[in-house]
């Protein structure tokens, strides 16, 4: 049928797609949405009126725009108000700053990594550290980790406050490249590699200390046939 609706009705107020696929079907994605905001209007909400008779004051406010006389006759559903706060994801008591986790997911699965710190958004930041087994600095969720008995003694190593959530951000010409399909890898910042040299170097003397520890981190953890992780003491 010619000139037909891309998402049609089925029922009053039900749609053939939702509001996901039909943004898909009309391609809004290509589209880039731009909204301005319309000028602010001064629109005054009272108005004075001249009143006839002496006796009334000869002027009188009034609103400017008169209520309607008429009003639904079913209520207008209000959306509920949150009083609730974002708060700060509870770390497990068997996860502190010093402790080697076990990595379940993501390209370094199996790698026994030490927690350095909680970050503001809940996540773990870890570290291998890379000189040991290739692992860099990297946010985790706890989630994802199996907590180990085994912990370093991170007194000694001071932890800079810019590592932070903000600092493993993608820039936007990171963004912008993948978009546009540039497939050139781009260069590791310097900045970081040095940031990482530094954490490791001090990571370090602490492994240093305990005998097989290094061996330890270096490790890959894996199962065989009839070993099952809840059974199991880390």
Do not use: W
Not at 44 to 71: C, H, L, M, W
Not at 146 to 158: C, Q, R
Not at 203 to 232: C, D
Request: glycine share 6%.
């Amino acid at each position: 049928m010619p000139h037909a609706p891309r998402n049609s009705f089925i029922a009053p107020g039900v749609t053939r797609f939702s509001r996901s696929v039909a943004y898909a079907k009309k391609a809004q994605y290509k589209r880039k949405q731009v909204a301005t905001a319309p000028a602010a209007k001064n629109v005054a909400t009272d108005k004075s009126v001249e009143v006839k008779g002496a006796k009334n004051g000869a002027k009188r406010t009034i609103p400017a725009q008169k209520a309607s006389r008429f009003y639904p006759a079913e209520d207008v559903p209000q959306p509920k108000l949150g009083r609730k706060t974002a708060k700060k994801t509870a770390l497990r008591s068997t996860i502190t700053p010093g402790t080697v986790v076990i990595l379940l997911a993501g390209r370094y699965r199996g790698k026994r990594v030490v927690v350095l710190k909680q970050l503001d958004s809940g996540l773990l930041l870890v570290t291998g550290p890379f000189k040991v087994n290739g692992v860099p600095m990297r946010r985790v969720n706890q989630a994802y980790v199996i907590a180990t008995s085994t912990k370093l003694d991170l007194s000694a190593v001071k932890i800079d406050e810019k590592f932070n959530d903000c600092y493993f951000k993608k820039s936007a010409k990171t963004d912008k490249a993948f978009l546009e399909g540039e497939t050139k890898k781009a260069a590791f910042p310097a900045s970081k590699a040095a940031d990482q040299k530094i954490v490791d170097k001090a990571l370090l003397e602490v492994i240093a200390k305990t005998p097989f520890l290094r061996q330890y981190l270096v490790a890959t953890f894996s199962l065989s046939k009839g070993q099952f992780p809840h059974n199991m003491k880390f």
